[in-house]
C-alpha cells in the first residue's frame, strides 16, 4: 500500500508555527484570525501545520493582522543563509518557538517582559538556570 500523504515542506512548517506563535503572542485565537482574513479556523490550523501553504497575498494579511512584517515568518527559518538570532539548537529544532507555543512559556514570557529592572531580570534568569541546575543533579541541592 502507496501512502499518497505528503510531508509539509520544512519553511511551509516553519512559516506556519510563526503565524501561531505571534497569534498566540497576541492572545490572538485561531476563529479570531480567520475572521479578520475571510477564513475559518480550520484553514488557520491548517496554515499553522505547514499543511497548507500560506500565499504571499495571504501572508502579507497575516502580517498586517499580527502586526508584523513578512520577514518575521522567515526568521531562523530551516536552511536559511541568515544568521539564527538565538533559538536553534545544532540539530535544527526551535525550542523557543516550541517553548512559546506553551501555556506556560507564553505567562512566563509576559510575566518576564513586564519587569522593568534589569537587575530583577537576571535574577530571575539566575534562579532559574539554578533550579533547572538542581533538577539535572538532584545531588547538587
Known sequence: MQENKK??????THVGSRVRLRRTMLGMSQEKLGEALGITFQQVQ?????SNRIGASRLQNIADV?????????????GSAATPRGGLEENGTDYVVDFLSTAEG????????RIADPKVRKRVIDLVRS????HDDPQKS
Open 131 to 134: 533550579l533547572a541546575d538542581s
Open 106 to 113: 507564553l505567562q512566563l514570557n509576559r510575566a518576564f517582559v
Open 66 to 78: 499580527l502586526k508584523v512584517p513578512v520577514s518575521y515568518f522567515f526568521e531562523d527559518a530551516p
Open 46 to 50: 491548517k496554515y499553522e501545520k505547514g
Open 7 to 12: 510531508k509539509p515542506n520544512p519553511i511551509d
